[in-house]
């Protein structure tokens, strides 16, 4: 089975420091692997992933994530928080298209607070 | 494009009654998936339709079921409501590529 863990729940930074959002990963096959935003009120909205084409992936936002099998981690970061990125994050596992189809495992969130 | 779009926005039940939620895809999307979002716990799969035919089911009671019907649209259905059948249920399209567009969800509660 798979699984994802993020590690804190809450993380709290000054605007224009570094975003360090923790997730470690399970699988027995090699994963897919994402991050999704939830805005309050909102639905969730996809801003990157990883389907071992590169390492290090580049989303949305000005956020990356680098892939390390030796870890078992696919960390988020970038490189100087905005207000604008207080919302909850979501790192999500799936096995791959082929046989897995689009099911998703989702880790239990971490909120941002970005303060002045 | 228009998103993914849920209706209704919100919704009152009470124990026992049952309930529709329905989900319009992206245009050309024919996989659609239902998430139940909980406090306790969490984002959880419910079941993935595609071309009108279940794909993957989620660890749920039998008084969840869903349908996706010839024009991708689908809906998800739930009999005998119980208070911990409150969440957000959101539904997400996809061209079949592992990338999956979320719509705002439909949030139910049951009193």
């Known amino acids: 089975a798979q699984s994802v863990t993020q590690l804190g729940s809450h993380v709290s930074v000054s605007e224009g420091a570094l975003v360090l959002l923790r997730c470690n990963y399970s699988s027995s096959v090699p994963p897919y692997l994402f991050w999704y935003v939830q805005y309050p009120n909102q639905g969730l909205q996809l801003l990157l992933k990883?389907?071992?084409?590169?390492?290090l992936v580049k989303g949305i936002n000005g956020f990356e994530a680098e892939f390390k099998k030796s870890e078992t981690s696919f960390h988020l970061t970038k490189p100087s928080a905005h207000m604008s990125d207080a919302a909850e994050y979501f790192c999500?596992?799936?096995?791959?298209?082929?046989?897995?189809?689009?099911?998703?495992?989702f880790g239990t969130g971490t909120q941002l607070k970005v303060e002045l | 494009k228009a998103g993914v779009t849920q209706t209704p926005r919100y919704l009152i039940k009470t124990r026992g009654q049952q309930v529709t939620l329905s989900c319009s895809p992206i245009s050309g999307h024919r996989s659609v998936s239902w998430y139940q979002q909980t406090p306790g716990q969490g984002l959880q799969f419910l079941f993935e339709y595609f071309s009108e035919t279940q794909r993957n089911k989620g660890n749920f009671p039998g008084r969840f079921s869903g349908r996706q019907f010839s024009n991708s649209r689908s809906e998800m259905n739930v009999s005998t409501l119980e208070l911990g059948d409150s969440a957000l249920y959101l539904c997400?399209?996809?061209?079949?590529?592992?990338?999956?567009?979320f719509g705002s969800g439909t949030q139910l509660s049951v009193l």
């Open positions: 999500a596992v799936s096995d791959g298209f082929t046989g897995g189809g689009n099911k998703l495992t």
């Open positions: 997400a399209s996809s061209p079949d590529s592992q990338k999956l567009f």
């Open positions: 990883y389907t071992s084409a590169a390492t």
